[in-house]
């Protein structure tokens, strides 16, 4: 079955750690994105990623970084330097599709991970 | 710049009522595609509908439809006859063709349907 994986589903960090969250796809999508969502809001993006070996900063990439060495794999490191890192975040792919003569890409996510400093 | 405004935090319905999401937006391209997701308390979004500038037709999908009107930069979401597992959290994007290709999400709204 073709879809995005996140790994871990809960994941706990102490303060001062650094931590990676996993987000691999197998369904041949070339962008991949990373959104955090804190409760009660909507999504804000982190990072995208159009191509591999190639990114763009979101909204709120401070404190993150992340890695595109493989089409499949968009990892996320959630540095020190992020003063409030619990969040839940969800990992995210596109490709183009046609649309009525025009492209457009639509996101499919995957099942997101719960981050919480201690 | 792109807006989605979801003015409705929160809405508690009844099982078997029927409920509609509002959603409105702001672009000032000529092309744009709108999206609908859904967001159940396990947590990951599931697409639910695509709709482009140049396609004003309603939709259903068996108990959902939606109404798309230029006029108003509204799409609305219907569910008919609410069900329990109707309950989650329903997000509208959008996503205009020029510039950046990233969606624009509204904060979302928290649907509660009780039994």
């Known amino acids: 079955d073709g879809g995005i994986t996140q790994s871990p589903k809960y994941l706990f960090r102490k303060e001062g750690q650094n931590v990676t969250l996993s987000c691999e796809q197998n369904?041949?999508?070339?962008?991949m994105y990373w959104y955090r969502q804190d409760p009660g809001q909507g999504l804000r993006l982190i990072y995208y990623?159009?191509?591999?070996?190639?990114?763009q900063k979101g909204d709120i990439a401070e404190g993150y970084s992340v890695s595109r060495e493989k089409k499949e794999s968009f990892p996320l490191t959630v540095t020190s330097a992020q003063k409030n890192p619990t969040a839940f975040y969800l990992c995210?792919?596109?490709?183009?599709?046609?649309?009525?003569?025009?492209?457009?890409?639509?996101?499919?996510f995957g099942p997101g991970t719960r981050l919480t400093v201690l | 710049a792109q807006k989605v405004t979801q003015a409705q935090t929160e809405i508690s319905v009844v099982e078997k009522e029927d409920v509609t999401l509002d959603c409105v937006y702001e672009?000032?391209?000529?092309?744009?595609?709108l999206f609908w997701y859904k967001q159940p308390p396990s947590g990951e979004l599931v697409f639910l509908i695509r709709?482009?500038?140049?396609?004003?037709q309603n939709e259903i999908s068996g108990r959902y439809s939606w109404n798309f009107q230029k006029s108003t930069s509204s799409f609305n979401f219907t569910i008919t006859a609410s069900q329990v597992v109707d309950s989650a959290v329903y997000f509208c994007?959008?996503?205009?063709?020029?510039?950046?290709?990233?969606?624009?999400f509204g904060r979302g709204t928290s649907l509660i349907v009780h039994p």
């Open positions: 995210a792919s596109s490709i183009p599709e046609s649309l009525a003569g025009s492209y457009t890409d639509t996101q499919y």
């Open positions: 369904l041949n999508h070339d962008a």
């Open positions: 990623s159009q191509i591999v070996n190639d990114f």
């Open positions: 672009t000032r391209d000529t092309t744009y595609y």
């Open positions: 709709r482009n500038s140049f396609d004003e």
């Open positions: 994007a959008l996503r205009a063709s020029g510039g950046s290709y990233i969606p624009t």
